[in-house]
T-cell receptor
C-alpha cells in the first residue's frame, strides 16, 4: 500500500516568510509524528498527534512553529517568520497507534532552505 | 532527559569486513531500542528493534542486543556489502512518552569494493 507522503519535497524561501509543510500518513494510522533533521545532526522530535487526544507539542523549538491534524488524516506543519536556522529536512512518520511498540514509518521528508 | 550516543563516522570498510557501530543510551525505565537506516536518496526505514533487556533484534544480516547492564545496543554485521553503505541511526522510545523517538546523531557507513 501507499506509504507516508510529504509535500513539497523541496522548499526554498526567504527569511521572514511563512511556510507550510504537508504530511499524508498511511491510511488507518492513528499516530503521527514530526521530526527535524538539521545538517550533520540527528533527528529531533517536534510534535505528535494521537487520534483525538491533545497533541504533544513539547519538541516545538519556538512559538513560530505550529502544526495541525485533521482527524486521523493529513497534517500540516507551519513555520512563521522563517529564520536561517530553520533550514533542515522535516520528516513525518506515522504508526498504527502509540500503545505498545509500534514501528514508525517515515516519509521522504521536505528539505527546507531559508535564504 | 533521555539521550542516545553513537560512534562518530564516517566508518569506511572493505567489502566482507566485520561491522560494529556502537550505541549507548541514557533513559530511566525500560525503553525500546531501534536501529534505523537511511540509504542514499531514500527515506528513513526501520532496520531492527528490541523491546526488552537481552532481546536481540536482527534483519538483513544485522544484529543488535539490548544490554541493560551496559545501556548499549551496538549494531553488528559479520560481512558488509557495498549496498550497506548508508547512514545508521540508533534511537529509543518509551510508551509513557507516546513512543516519540530520541535519535543519536547518525553514523555514516561507507563500504568499498
Amino acid at each position: 500500500g501507499a506509504g507516508v507522503s510529504q509535500s513539497p519535497s523541496n522548499k526554498v524561501t526567504e527569511k521572514g516568510k511563512d511556510v507550510e509543510l504537508r504530511c499524508d500518513p498511511i491510511s488507518g494510522h492513528t499516530a503521527l509524528y514530526w521530526y527535524r533533521q538539521r545538517l550533520g545532526q540527528g533527528l529531533e522530535f517536534l510534535i505528535y498527534f494521537q487520534g483525538n487526544s491533545a497533541p504533544d507539542k513539547s519538541g516545538l523549538p519556538s512559538d513560530r512553529f505550529s502544526a495541525e491534524r485533521t482527524g486521523e488524516s493529513v497534517s500540516t506543519l507551519t513555520i512563521q517568520r522563517t529564520q536561517q536556522e530553520d533550514s533542515a529536512v522535516y520528516l513525518c512518520a506515522s504508526s498504527p497507534r502509540t500503545g505498545g511498540q509500534e514501528t514508525q514509518y517515515f516519509g521522504p521528508g521536505t528539505r527546507l532552505l531559508v535564504l | 532527559g533521555d539521550s542516545v550516543t553513537q560512534m562518530e563516522g564516517p566508518v569506511t570498510l572493505s567489502e566482507e569486513a566485520f561491522l560494529t557501530i556502537n550505541c549507548t543510551y541514557t533513559a530511566t525505565g525500560y525503553p525500546s531500542l531501534f536501529w534505523y537506516v537511511q540509504y542514499p536518496g531514500e527515506g528513513l526505514q526501520l532496520l531492527l528493534k528490541a523491546t526488552k533487556a537481552d532481546d536481540k533484534g536482527s534483519n538483513k544480516g544485522f544484529e543488535a542486543t539490548y544490554r541493560k547492564e551496559t545501556t548499549s545496543f551496538h549494531l553488528e554485521k559479520g560481512s558488509v556489502q557495498v549496498s550497506d553503505s548508508a547512514v545508521y541511526f540508533c534511537a529509543l522510545s518509551r510508551p509513557e512518552y507516546g513512543n516519540k523517538l530520541v535519535f543519536g546523531a547518525g553514523t555514516i557507513l561507507r563500504v568499498k569494493s
